[in-house]
Nanobody, 120 residues
Framework: VQLQASGGGLVQAGGSLRLSCAAS????????ASWFRQAPGKDREFVAR????????HYSDSVKGRFIISRDNANNRVSLQMDSLKPEDTAVYYC??????????????WGQGTQVTVSS
């Protein structure tokens, strides 16, 4: 499975962005998928995950109520809608597949990352 993340950019606090992750491979719909993020000098942290069917979703406390993860298995795509963005959301965002852990170590496939910068 190959993953390609896109949609990052510069936005003011309170604004919105939508990240997208395009996946290759026929088995993508059987995998859990997730978004992680990594700020400079910090470890990669869990943001959100979604089951293969899309029926189960979990979020970190820091983004709950502001971000929504979704997937379109017909088009092999996972998205992250980010609203009410805060400067502390600034990071490189990565999509991942084939895992279920809250730790980055538990995921087997990774996209290349997309930069999100939120100005105050």
């Amino acid at each position: 499975v190959q993953l390609q993340a896109s949609g990052g950019g510069l936005v003011q606090a309170g604004g919105s962005l939508r990240l997208s992750c395009a996946a290759s491979g026929r088995t993508f719909s059987t995998y859990g998928a997730s978004w992680f993020r990594q700020a400079p000098g910090k470890d990669r942290e869990f943001v959100a995950r979604i089951s293969g069917s899309g029926g189960v979703r979990h979020y970190s406390d820091s983004v709950k109520g502001r971000f929504i993860i979704s997937r379109d298995n017909a088009n092999n795509r996972v998205s992250l809608q980010m609203d009410s963005l805060k400067p502390e959301d600034t990071a490189v965002y990565y999509c991942a597949a084939n895992g279920w852990s809250l730790s980055a170590d538990g995921w087997n496939y990774w996209g290349q990352g997309t930069q999100v910068t939120v100005s105050s």
